[in-house]
């Protein structure tokens, strides 16, 4: 079992940045994707970004070229660079890990963007 932990979140103006990190108990080498959810008030979880084991990366349409998500395997967490922010990617933000068999989640980080 794996324990994802989730921080970097807080109240940022439109236009900012922010950087999320997930910092995993265990390695990450071996967890296929690792990913970004988040879930606004009132809506469904939705997937925000991934990245493969191989580092191949995969965002949502409404955060490309906004977004980037990385992995350090060395230092097992997970980071969303989020910069040019608006107000609708104000969410609870959750990290996962998943794969074959296995399906991990955080606890998940607010991110508010407000002026």
């Known amino acids: 079992q794996v324990q994802l932990v989730e921080s970097g979140g807080g109240l940022v103006q439109p236009g900012g940045s922010l950087r999320l990190s997930c910092a995993a108990s265990?390695?990450?080498?071996?967890?296929?994707?690792m990913g970004w959810h988040r879930q606004a008030p009132g809506k469904q979880r939705e997937f925000v970004a991934h990245?493969?084991?191989?580092?191949?990366?995969s965002y949502t349409d409404s955060v490309k070229g906004r977004f980037t998500i990385s992995r350090d395997n060395a230092k097992n967490t997970v980071y969303l660079q989020m910069n040019s922010l608006k107000p609708e990617d104000t969410a609870d933000y959750y990290c996962?890990?998943?794969?074959?068999?296995?399906?991990?989640w955080g606890q998940g980080t607010q991110v508010t963007v407000s002026s």
């Open positions: 996962r890990g998943y794969g074959p068999g296995y399906n991990y």
């Open positions: 265990g390695s990450i080498s071996r967890i296929y994707i």
């Open positions: 990245i493969l084991s191989g580092g191949y990366t």
